[in-house]
């Protein structure tokens, strides 16, 4: 993944959208209110950068490279928090569900270590394969790494260290907070087991 250009592409999109009065340009345009009519490149290469959790555009340009691939991947997934697809919050008010989210968001963009060591993990440890293996989740997945990496492992932080991995995902449900991936059935078993070794071996009875 070249994340670099990734971004430069998207300020490109986002620009041209602006230019032409498209839907998915309305957040950008309200956040350059200051800006003249027609924003610069520059301009939107800014907001973007901001957006994505940096100070600048140099800010971006500077990042460590997991750094960036997190924001490439939260920038593609806008409802992708540390709790997983969307706010985690149920049964409470509309303010407390947007603080929530808010909040996981903020968390999850500042686990980019943790993201990369899951990462490198998967790849290491799990095949992928064609199709979409809906036989486990992100949730049950990230019981299976916390258990061999020994820490805790959040949803979000799987779905977007296995996103970043190029395993092909599906949304478990319209409402749910967990994902499927294109991940290899023996492979998983053969962590699980593994993951059950280690712990049995921590806590032996």
Not at 43 to 49: G, P, T
Request: aromatic share 8%.
């Amino acid at each position: 993944m070249d994340t670099v250009r990734f971004f430069k592409d998207h300020a490109k999109f986002q620009l041209k959208g602006a230019r032409e009065g498209a839907p998915h340009a309305t957040a950008l345009l309200a956040g350059l209110r200051h800006c003249a009519e027609q924003p610069t490149l520059q301009q939107v290469q800014h907001h973007v950068a901001v957006t994505a959790g940096y100070s600048s555009w140099a800010g971006l340009l500077e990042a460590p490279e997991r750094d960036r691939q997190l924001a490439v991947v939260m920038t593609r997934e806008p409802q992708l928090t540390r709790f997983g697809m969307g706010a985690g919050a149920f049964h409470k008010t509309r303010e407390e569900r947007l603080a929530a989210f808010a909040r996981g968001r903020a968390e999850l963009r500042a686990s980019a270590d943790d993201v990369a060591e899951v990462t490198t993990w998967l790849l290491a440890n799990i095949a992928p394969i064609r199709t979409v293996n809906r036989v486990w989740t992100s949730y049950q997945h990230k019981h299976m790494v916390e258990r061999v990496i020994d820490r805790y492992v959040a949803n979000g932080e799987l779905i977007a260290a296995a996103i970043i991995a190029g395993y092909a995902y599906r949304r478990d449900a319209w409402d749910s907070p967990n994902v499927c991936f294109a991940m290899s059935s023996r492979s998983v078993r053969a962590a699980r087991a593994l993951g059950e070794r280690q712990r049995q071996d921590r806590f032996p009875r």
